[in-house]
């Protein structure tokens, strides 16, 4: 009887193509709005939650804990204040210290400025070379690797900083030594490098040639003096084994800046005590990337269930318009009805038959939302990670 | 002395109204041999469907007794008396609707497909396509209806009627709007397929149509039954055939 009921129920809606396919529209609809919505808002949520627990504590600029979050966590913006890289002793002393500067790009890729504990912190292995270990070396992130065409031995040029800051760092060409395995967090799609190198992009390291005092700005210069080097001079924008040596800091590295030090307390205790010790620094502030990360949620949750209401009512509507159709169906097919009833069909069979005929459309269209939603999903994934 | 043969249609006593309109049919007694061509007539309104309807086990009488092909419709509940008058009564309608989404094949087989009380199988398809010959629709077995003129649309139904092999055949004002040559040419039809002699179908057809009452042996004046008709449906009349009186009080 099932297979007579589904039998009529497919002859009938393939009879009427347009009438099925606004039935299975407009069902979609309906359920893909809340369905995406509900599970795109999980899936940010969850990305951005995971991202943020393995991340205990932040010191940064005082200034917005949202911005220092993103930017360190997510290398989304860039936190506009740096601290000293001094600072990473200081914190040394509550667990393991990691500098981050996150302020440079090469074709719009982020340029991740850090030191080797970040890569055992975040579990990140070359799937391909190594890490960078000289100055000038970059770590690719899958994605990043993926979209630059980039592979071990390539160089890519990282992006002009600032067009009018003459004494600002030129693009220089980074070596790619290694290509990261996917971690499907924001470390895929950013080229990791030591700390010196973003020093390097900031244009406080740099090598040049060697500066002759003929040549220099103070050519009278006593001897043991420091000569003055003037434009002139040339500066390597690619390191090499023979110019490695001429690259040198002005300043003491202590001073050099970083946009945050992300801080794994040892224990609890020492996680509850740098909070503590940096609660009333003036012009330092260490966050919970945690509960940021909570209170940007809230307010995503707060506007998802304001978007939950819109869409209730999208659904009713489309609802009554299904119902309204097939009302005018049930209509139609009156004479079908009366025919089954006189012919002695079962009391069930009519409304079996018109039952199986939603039970098609619905199934339809639930596939049609899984299959978009899924899809959405992808994106909304790829977009968070 | 033999004793007469059960008859396919035997009507005792039987009492049913509508009740808000206060129409009511009452029948004393009727009774319609095996095998037999019988008329049941009258004006528009005087119950002549309602009649059939009771017959057939469409509708329930709320008095008496209906004995169709020997079982006592009465005594049936609702189920069974749609899986009865699926598997023994054919109904011809006035209108021969068909289902416009199937083609010819699939409407003939359709009470296969709304009724558990039927099973669709090889031998009902073979049955199917041999009535679908006979009725020159063979080639026309993919067709929608919407593709058939009237005549192969009224073959169409009376197959559909026919498929479950019913000994009973009931057709509702079967010629009521049809110019004179359709109208013979379904009488054709449904005479040639109730069949004659042993073995022959009973075929009941309700009409008003004088020229069909002189095609079918028995004739039953359905308005001799009813009471509480509206005016104008109880102005004409006409009497049983006196050849085989179908009415007995």
Redesign the interface.
């Known amino acids: 009887?099932l297979r007579?009921?589904l039998?009529?129920a497919r002859?009938?809606l393939?009879?009427?193509p347009g009438r099925a396919a606004v039935l299975v529209l407009g069902l979609a609809v309906a359920l893909f709005l809340p369905a995406f919505t509900r599970a795109a808002a999980a899936v940010v949520e969850r990305a951005l939650l995971e991202r943020a627990r393995s991340s205990p504590i932040l010191v940064g600029a005082r200034g917005s804990p949202f911005d220092l979050v993103m930017s360190s966590l997510y290398f989304r913006g860039g936190a506009g204040t740096t601290i000293r890289y001094d600072e990473r002793s200081r914190l040394a002393e509550y667990g393991v210290a990691v500098p981050l500067v996150v302020r440079h790009s090469a074709f719009g890729v982020p340029v991740v400025g850090t030191s080797p504990e970040y890569f055992e912190q975040r579990d990140l292995v070359p799937a391909a070379g190594r890490r960078p270990a000289l100055l000038g070396e970059v770590l690719a992130g899958s994605a990043a690797a993926r979209r630059l065409e980039l592979e071990p031995g390539d160089t890519v040029r990282s992006d002009l900083a600032n067009l009018y800051d003459l004494a600002g760092g030129y693009p220089t060409l980074l070596e790619v030594v290694g290509i990261a395995e996917p971690t499907g967090t924001p470390d895929d799609d950013v080229l990791f490098a030591d700390v010196r190198t973003a020093w390097l992009l900031d244009g406080l390291l740099h090598g040049h040639q060697e500066v002759r005092p003929d040549e220099a700005l103070n050519p009278e210069a006593d001897e043991g003096e420091n000569v003055e080097a003037s434009a002139a001079v040339f500066l390597f924008q690619r390191i090499t084994a023979d110019n490695l040596d001429t690259f040198h800091l002005h300043g003491s590295a202590g001073e050099a800046p970083v946009t945050a030090v992300l801080v794994f307390p040892r224990d609890a205790r020492r996680h509850d005590q740098l909070l503590g010790d940096f609660a009333l620094e003036e012009t330092l502030q260490a966050v919970r990337p945690l509960e940021v990360v909570r209170s940007v949620l809230d307010i995503v949750l707060r506007v998802s269930a304001a978007l939950d209401a819109y869409f209730a009512a999208v659904a009713i509507s489309t609802l009554a318009f299904a119902a309204l159709v097939v009302l005018l169906s049930l209509r139609l097919r009156a004479?079908?009805l009366?025919?089954?009833?006189?012919?002695?069909?079962?009391?069930g069979?009519?409304a079996a038959?018109v039952g199986a005929e939603l039970a098609i459309v619905a199934a339809i269209a639930v596939v049609i939302t899984g299959v978009a939603v899924w899809a959405g999903l992808v994106w909304v994934g790829g977009l968070v990670t | 002395m033999t004793s007469a043969p059960d008859p396919a249609i035997l009507l005792r006593g039987v009492r049913f109204s509508y009740a808000p309109s206060g129409f009511e049919l009452r029948v004393p007694e009727l009774r319609v041999a095996r095998g037999s061509r019988c008329a049941f007539f009258g004006p528009s309104g005087c119950g002549k469907s309602t009649l059939l309807d009771l017959v057939?086990?469409?509708r329930r009488a709320l008095a008496g007794e209906v004995v169709v092909e020997g079982r006592d419709l009465g005594g049936l509940d609702?189920?069974s008396?749609?899986?009865?008058?699926?598997?023994h009564?054919g109904?011809v309608?006035q209108?021969f609707?068909l289902?416009?989404?199937?083609d010819v094949e699939?409407n003939v087989l359709?009470?296969?497909?709304?009724?558990?009380?039927l099973s669709?199988s090889a031998a009902v398809r073979e049955r199917a396509a041999a009535l679908l010959d006979r009725l020159e629709l063979l080639d026309k077995r993919r067709s929608r209806p919407r593709a058939l003129s009237q005549g192969e649309r009224q073959r169409v139904a009376v197959a559909r009627a026919l498929i479950t092999e019913p000994p009973l055949l009931l057709a509702d004002e079967p010629t009521a709007g049809l110019d004179a040559r359709r109208r013979d040419d379904v009488l054709e039809l449904l005479l040639g397929l109730a069949g004659a002699g042993e073995g022959a179908r009973t075929l009941v057809v309700v009409t008003h149509d004088p020229v069909v009452l002189e095609r079918l042996e028995q004739h039953v004046a359905v308005e001799d039954f009813a009471s509480g008709m509206a005016a104008s449906s109880t102005a004409t009349s006409t009497a049983t055939s006196p050849e085989a009186p179908a009415s007995a009080s």
């Open positions: 009887m007579d009921v039998f009529l002859r009938s393939a009879a009427a004479p079908e009366e025919l089954m009833r006189r012919i002695g069909a079962s009391r069979a009519a038959v | 057939a086990g469409v609702d189920a008396r749609r899986a009865f008058r699926i598997r009564v109904f309608f209108d609707p289902v416009d989404y199937l699939e359709y009470p296969y497909r709304v009724s558990r009380a669709l």
